[in-house]
């Protein structure tokens, strides 16, 4: 009669473990789906974030030289990858278009590799150009 007990008691308690795991794998697939779906949602965002990096950023940046007061205009696009996919810099005061040619270097670094990239020219044009990109 013993044995009987033990084994009534056994059985039950294999019974009651089967239905916590069966518990505990329906708990987790609505777990699972919850954080699917937060993370497609994360995902949805990035892609949107994304596609706002192709329009054109304008700077503008207004200083000073020798020869008067420029008021610079810094035009750039990003890639996917955050990286300068176009740049233009242009003045209505003054000519920058050996400048803007030399900044064609720029193009395939990120922000803050053109902000510690000298480019060319006087270092007054440098540093607005800099200043600008902080």
């Known amino acids: 009669m013993k044995y009987l007990y033990i084994l009534i ?24 789906t919850e954080v699917t779906n937060d993370i497609n949602s994360e995902v949805n965002s990035l892609d949107e974030q994304n596609e706002d ?3 054109v950023t304008k700077i503008e940046a ?3 030289n020798p020869a008067g007061p420029v008021d ?4 750039y696009s990003l890639d996917s990858e ?3 996919e176009t740049i ?3 003045a209505t005061t003054f000519d920058l278009t050996e400048y803007n ?14 902000k510690i990239t000298w480019i060319a020219g006087a270092s007054l044009l440098n540093e607005a150009f800099k200043n600008a990109l902080k």
């Open 72 to 75: 610079m205009v810094i035009s």
């Open 62 to 64: 207004n200083y000073t």
């Open 101 to 114: 040619k030399s900044a064609q270097v720029l193009v395939g670094k990120t922000i803050d590799e053109a």
């Open 9 to 32: 008691v056994t059985i039950f308690l294999a019974s009651c473990w089967a239905s916590v795991e069966e518990n505990k794998i329906t708990t987790t697939d609505e777990n699972t």
């Open 53 to 55: 990096t192709s329009k």
């Open 88 to 90: 233009d810099l242009s």
């Open 82 to 84: 955050w990286k300068i």
